[in-house]
């Protein structure tokens, strides 16, 4: 089979996204992904050349893509690769426009993720435990929940990343952007008690958190303590990194209602996406409308 001529400047574009955006490889193997799919469907409609294009072979793409059995959120992922893709190549001077701008997403049903409130956190968190390994799993979960980490960001702390003084830890999270962020004073107390208990496991690297063999704990490793201790301390739903995340975020919403702080500790780059962690209960909504208000406040009797 010969190569599509589409090929080549896929990727030029993909050697950019890991050479000088420095992307995640998971989110490069998503971007060769959807661009790889959408030379297919171009292939098949007979386009020459990116040039070519316009937003009704665009449209046709979103279409075969529909017929072929992708889902709105997974379409919507593909049209937003394909619109990276031609954006850069305006930028590279190779087109004047770009012809899948115009074309509507499909919008997707949006599915909040869940949390757990705070009495069941407190809960999970309530392990005393002499074995060191129990030590090291509410230390990390004591962390997560205490700045809101995302998984990768968690595993790949190193003691020299913290500040317990001080209370901060220094993350390394999406695109290599680092933030420094307060932990909260359980999550220094039980680091503290992991961090006499370390030595114990020989360390072969500097990672805060390793597994048994000595070495940074793995992702996966993570995981499975989590779901663990969730059913260990008699939680109703399963417990993973992400939901220790979101429930931060909600706790963190309800009690202050800045969500701009919130998205500054959550390390969004747009605070569109920190909303998705904004489901407060309309109670609590027209409490504050009624607190705040000045339309709204009642006069005294």
């Given at each position: 089979?010969?190569?599509?001529?589409?090929?080549?400047?896929?990727?030029?574009?993909?050697?950019?996204?890991?050479?000088?955006?420095?992307?995640?490889?998971?989110?490069?193997?998503?971007?060769?992904?959807?661009?790889?799919?959408?030379?297919?469907?171009?292939?098949?409609?007979?386009?020459?050349?990116?040039?070519?294009?316009?937003?009704?072979?665009?449209?046709?793409?979103?279409?075969?893509?529909?017929?072929?059995?992708?889902?709105?959120?997974?379409?919507?992922?593909?049209?937003?690769?394909?619109?990276?893709?031609?954006?850069?190549?305006?930028?590279?001077?190779?087109?004047?426009?770009?012809?899948?701008?115009?074309?509507?997403?499909?919008?997707?049903?949006?599915?909040?993720?869940?949390?757990?409130?705070?009495?069941?956190?407190?809960?999970?968190?309530?392990?005393?435990?002499?074995?060191?390994?129990?030590?090291?799993?509410?230390?990390?979960?004591?962390?997560?929940?205490?700045?809101?980490?995302?998984?990768?960001?968690?595993?790949?702390?190193?003691?020299?990343?913290?500040?317990?003084?001080?209370?901060?830890?220094?993350?390394?999270?999406?695109?290599?952007?680092?933030?420094?962020?307060?932990?909260?004073?359980?999550?220094?107390?039980?680091?503290?008690?992991?961090?006499?208990?370390?030595?114990?496991?020989?360390?072969?690297?500097?990672?805060?958190?390793?597994?048994?063999?000595?070495?940074?704990?793995?992702?996966?490793?993570?995981?499975?303590?989590?779901?663990?201790?969730?059913?260990?301390?008699?939680?109703?739903?399963?417990?993973?990194?992400?939901?220790?995340?979101?429930?931060?975020?909600?706790?963190?919403?309800?009690?202050?209602?800045?969500?701009?702080?919130?998205?500054?500790?959550?390390?969004?780059?747009?605070?569109?996406?920190?909303?998705?962690?904004?489901?407060?209960?309309?109670?609590?909504l027209a409490s504050v409308y009624d607190a705040a208000?000045?339309?709204?406040?009642?006069?005294?009797?």
């Amino acid at each position: 089979m010969n190569a599509s001529p589409l090929q080549p400047a896929v990727e030029g574009f993909l050697r950019y996204l890991k050479v000088e955006r420095q992307l995640s490889p998971l989110t490069q193997i998503s971007y060769e992904r959807q661009l790889s799919a959408c030379i297919i469907l171009l292939d098949e409609m007979k386009l020459a050349a990116w040039e070519k294009l316009d937003a009704a072979q665009v449209r046709a793409l979103a279409a075969r893509s529909r017929r072929g059995g992708l889902k709105p959120a997974s379409l919507a992922l593909r049209l937003s690769a394909l619109r990276s893709f031609l954006d850069w190549q305006i930028s590279q001077g190779k087109l004047k426009a770009n012809p899948a701008k115009g074309v509507a997403t499909p919008r997707a049903s949006r599915h909040l993720p869940k949390n757990i409130d705070v009495d069941e956190v407190n809960r999970l968190l309530d392990i005393d435990l002499n074995d060191p390994l129990a030590v090291r799993d509410r230390a990390m979960l004591e962390v997560m929940y205490g700045a809101g980490l995302r998984l990768s960001e968690l595993v790949g702390i190193d003691i020299s990343h913290l500040d317990l003084a001080s209370g901060e830890v220094w993350v390394s999270g999406k695109g290599s952007k680092e933030r420094r962020l307060p932990i909260g004073r359980m999550a220094v107390e039980w680091t503290e008690r992991w961090l006499a208990l370390r030595e114990l496991f020989a360390p072969s690297d500097n990672a805060l958190f390793l597994s048994k063999q000595g070495k940074r704990i793995s992702t996966r490793n993570v995981q499975k303590r989590f779901a663990e201790w969730g059913v260990k301390q008699g939680l109703s739903s399963h417990i993973h990194p992400h939901k220790l995340r979101h429930s931060f975020a909600t706790h963190m919403l309800e009690s202050s209602g800045d969500l701009r702080a919130v998205q500054e500790l959550l390390g969004h780059a747009n605070l569109t996406t920190t909303q998705i962690y904004t489901h407060l209960d309309f109670q609590h909504l027209a409490s504050v409308y009624d607190a705040a208000h000045p339309r709204a406040k009642r006069g005294k009797t």
